[in-house]
């Protein structure tokens, strides 16, 4: 199975900061890699799909970047309703996985 | 509009069978795969299996032997059923829709599933 190591599980920043939050692929993924924000009792909602492509309706400050192993997601510009979690999904092949996530507060 | 609601029982007795239901609407099963992820807190997210647009399946072996995944496209819904629960299967299962073009775009909010006596 491939597994995803994201990091960092926790981060605090503050509005206007620029927020990195990385996955890692124990094996080659291509860019087969989707991003995602969670908030507590909703569906998780999709931000960037196969690496670096903006889910329709999401604002620009999300972007994705990598591929084969190595993956980020960048907040360029850290807004109050981005407080949430963040997890990364592998869809190159399955079992599919999962990064473990990260809870992104403001300090 | 596209929506996905997941509806299950709540609570399960251990080694009773889960069973819990996707409905869908603003698109059509036989256009997308039907993904099933759950969420606990021994393990955090899995995926569990799929049901593809043409009706065929494929399963986690993690859960394979205990696990079935079904369809009614007349009703727009998809059915998890997993036998022989035991306490960590406890957590929130999604179903989510996946598409060669869009994956895994769209998610449901999850059902609670709490096992116990």
């Known amino acids: 199975d491939i597994q995803m190591t994201q990091s960092p599980s926790f981060l605090s920043a503050s509005v206007g900061d620029r927020v990195t939050i990385n996955c890692k692929a124990s094996q080659n993924i291509n860019r087969y890699l989707n991003w995602y924000q969670q908030k507590l009792g909703e569906a998780p909602k999709l931000l960037i799909y196969?690496?670096?492509s903006l889910q329709t309706g999401i604002p620009s400050r999300f972007s994705g970047s990598g591929s084969g192993t190595d993956f980020t997601l960048t907040i360029s510009s850290l807004q109050p309703e981005d407080v949430a979690t963040y997890f990364c999904l592998q869809h190159n092949s399955w079992p599919y996985t999962f990064g473990a996530g990260t809870k992104l507060e403001l300090k | 509009q596209v929506q996905l609601k997941e509806t299950g029982p709540g609570l399960v007795q251990p080694t009773q069978t889960l069973s819990i239901t996707c409905t869908v609407s603003g698109f059509s099963l036989t256009s997308y795969y039907m993904q099933w992820v759950r969420q606990t807190p021994g393990k955090g997210l899995e995926w569990m299996g799929f049901i593809r647009s043409g009706g065929s399946t494929e399963y986690n072996s993690e859960f394979k032997s205990r696990l079935s995944i079904s369809r009614d496209t007349s009703k727009n819904q998809v059915f998890l059923k997993m036998n022989s629960l035991k306490t960590e299967d406890t957590g929130v299962y999604y179903c989510?829709?996946?598409?060669?073009?869009?994956?895994?775009?769209?998610w449901g909010q999850g059902a609670s599933v709490t096992v116990s006596s």
């Open positions: 196969n690496a670096n």
């Open positions: 989510a829709r996946d598409h060669i073009l869009w994956p895994w775009d769209a």
